[in-house]
């Protein structure tokens, strides 16, 4: 199969300094939860990258020093020469298919708490700590001598860099998180010397560091920077203006321009709020202010967008995060003409959840993410079947279509039965709502790829009964049947059902989804906290009600702060006139009313309602998995060497839990049981000697 013609020019070699990367696929910097914890984890899935065909592939954020430390975040750290083997196994990684390896070098300044290392954070300024958990700490403003300490931290971490095999060095001052950053921008750097006032002097460290940089490797290695198109923080704030005048200053300082938007939020806004090439706008025109080639990114997917952007003159290379975690092989495929099987990301954010709360980051789109080297999975392979040959997979929602894609590939023969009329799930109504369309498409690659094969069967109205599952005679049985929304408030408030006046009308999202839709004066009561509680606000709204959204929690849509989109979610909602009650729970339901109940001090308060939007928790769906296993007895006779729930019929989560439970069951098919052992492998840190 050959490749488009237009797309040919994302292919050819672009010079970086003293290197030459192979084609113009960048996977910029990203976080993924493992860093210095799980390095193994994370050199395997870089790996992976390589042979999927990036050009270049960099680490994450990699802290130089001691004093540049930001727990309770886990990224990776170059702080002595103990950190350099791990550095150096990834580096190896990286190179292994012909991409280069480079490394992003930072010292996060006013956004280093030193919560671990205990060091005074150091700014331009004296400030308060700048984090996502406004840590009650400040930081020292630095004088010479610290900035002297600075440049030699850099030079260290450069000249270890090199040895660790890196090809390219990046300097970190993007998305409010590098030192670079806060000197250029006046929101952070109030000094009145020679690093302080005119641009020119708040980007006199940055010269600095680079040519500093460039001293230490010489023509060995790439230098680039990394930079903010817009800070996004007021008057005050480094703007698209004056980064553009700082292109232009210093035209030919690095070897590469880097630049992403603003704040992380900003630059990795999810798809509800945040299209494709958002960025473009911010973009345009400064590959024209220097001969040195220009990366920028936007959630690229589209190899016809990508080339666009290229022949545009906009971008010399395409950087890509959360697309090169969705699916590794993204050049390859184009490469090879197979745009459409490309693993879209649908922006769901859940990949930054990973980095939010310290652990291993997720993919919706790409259960691999992460499990490449503790559970031996690759994204496009599987191992061939075991001993069995036939699987039932009951149920065709995200967690039932990637078992049967799994299974499929592994070389099972898979019937997949859907009780309804059309592939999805869950996802297939939720892409329905509003800003969820690009998670349709976690439907349409698990439909595209089991439709390519001749080993899998879809069956659909085919709502099988428990009789039907011991009477067809399958080998394996996977029930992944979904769940269905509590209409009786059961969440985090209520651990049993709250008092409900039948005279009120209660709904929930799967009554929107199927079109019922109240009307008047609702209440949207979120004791869920992710998306849902926003989503059915706004759809309400748009459909003529007068919304109230109601929730214990100090913020709506409280766990989004983990996909960076819950200040979109207030923005949008306030926007929209819908009424915010933050630190209130649902004590009961009247007939016309609701009762609040103040968090704090259990205070109630009535509020008027014509209806009741319940978002709170799930219930598996169905009654085929208790009926089956209360008929345990009677698997052997009917052939069945296995039966098990999956997913949200087993215990609800998000959909990418989903994606992930039926990736799991498909690879341990037929395998040996791990016993009490964790079913994975993972790094334990040797005992230094005694002190």
């Known amino acids: ?159 270890r860099a090199k040895a660790c095999g890196f090809d390219l060095v990046c300097l970190y001052g993007a998305h409010g998180f590098g030192i670079i950053q806060h000197f250029l921008s006046r929101a952070t750097n109030q000094r009145g010397d020679a690093y302080g006032g005119s641009l020119e002097n708040r980007s006199r460290l940055l010269r600095e560091l680079v040519e500093d940089a460039r001293e230490e490797i010489g023509d060995t290695c790439g230098i680039s920077l990394r930079l903010s198109l817009d800070e996004v923080v007021g008057d005050l704030g480094f703007s698209n203006a004056e980064l553009r005048d700082l292109i232009e200053m210093h035209a030919e300082l690095p070897d590469l321009w880097d630049l992403a938007h603003g704040s992380w939020e900003e630059c990795s806004g999810p798809s509800r709020f945040t299209g494709e090439a958002a960025q473009e706008g911010l973009v345009t025109g400064i590959r024209a202010l220097t001969p040195k080639p220009v990366v920028g990114v936007g959630r690229f997917t589209s190899p016809d967008e990508m080339a666009r952007q290229v022949r545009a003159g906009i971008l010399d290379f395409i950087g890509c995060a959360r697309p090169s975690i969705a699916d590794p092989f993204l050049p390859k495929k184009v490469e090879e003409g197979r745009s459409d ?134 080998e394996h049985v996977c029930i992944a049947t979904g769940a269905v929304w509590r209409a009786d408030g059961v969440a985090r408030q209520h651990v049993v059902p709250m008092p409900v006046d039948p005279a009120m009308p209660v709904f929930t999202p799967d009554d929107a989804m199927a079109g019922r839709l109240p009307s008047g004066r609702v209440v949207v009561y979120d004791d869920d906290h992710y998306y849902m509680g926003g989503v059915m606000a706004e759809l309400l709204v748009q459909a003529g009600c007068t919304v109230t959204l109601v929730t214990p929690a100090a913020r709506v849509s409280d766990w989004t702060w983990n996909t960076l989109e819950q200040a979109g979610v207030h923005r949008r909602l306030a926007g929209l006139g819908v009424e915010i009650v933050l630190n209130r729970g649902v004590a009961r339901i009247r007939a016309d009313h609701v009762v609040t ?95």
């Open 1 to 159: 199969m050959s490749r488009p013609a237009a797309h040919d020019i994302l292919f050819e070699p672009v010079q970086i300094g003293p290197v030459t990367a192979k084609n113009r696929f960048f996977q910029v910097p990203h976080c993924n939860g493992g860093g210095y914890r799980d390095p193994s984890a994370v050199a395997e899935m870089r790996r992976v990258k390589a042979e999927g065909g990036w050009g270049v592939i960099f680490t994450e954020q990699v802290e130089i020093h001691h004093s540049a430390e930001i727990t309770p975040w886990i990224e990776l750290r170059l702080w002595e020469e103990g950190d350099m083997p791990a550095l150096a196994r990834m580096a190896e990684a990286m190179k292994s298919h012909g991409a280069l390896a480079g490394i992003e070098l930072v010292h996060p300044g006013v956004n280093a708490p030193n919560l671990y290392s205990r060091a005074v954070p150091l700014a331009p300024t004296a400030l308060p700590i700048r984090t996502f958990t406004n840590d009650p700490v400040q930081a020292r403003a630095m004088d010479r001598e610290d900035i002297r300490d600075l440049r030699r931290w850099h030079r260290t971490a450069v000249r």
């Open 341 to 474: 099987e490309i693993r879209e990301c649908i922006g769901c954010n859940i990949c930054v959840t990973g980095d939010m709360t310290a652990s291993l980051s997720r993919c919706t789109q790409n259960p691999a993410f992460m499990e490449e080297w503790r559970r031996g999975w690759h994204p496009e392979r599987a191992p061939a079947r075991g001993a069995s040959r036939n699987v039932l997979v009951v149920g065709a929602g995200p967690a039932g279509l990637e078992a049967a894609r799994v299974l499929g590939l592994r070389g099972y023969e898979v019937a997949l039965a859907e009780a309804g009329t059309a592939l999805g799930g869950r996802v297939a109504r939720e892409c329905r709502l509003p800003g969820l369309a690009a998670w349709g498409r976690v439907r349409d690659y698990r439909a595209a790829a089991i439709g390519r094969m001749p080993n899998v069967s879809v069956y659909f109205d085919s709502a099988l009964t428990a009789d039907d599952v011991l009477e067809f005679g399958f």
């Open 597 to 691: 109940s103040c968090t704090y001090t259990g205070a109630e308060a009535a509020l008027p309602a014509d209806a009741v939007m319940m978002v709170g928790s799930r219930s598996p769906a169905g009654t085929l998995w208790p009926e089956l296993k209360a008929r345990q007895a009677e698997w052997a006779a009917a052939g069945i060497r296995s039966l098990r729930a999956i997913a949200d019929a087993e215990a609800p989560g998000p959909i990418a839990w989903a994606t992930w439970a039926g990736q799991n069951y498909a690879r341990a098919l037929d395998g040996e049981a791990p016993g009490d052992a964790p079913p994975f492998r993972r790094e334990i840190a040797a005992l230094a000697p005694p002190a």
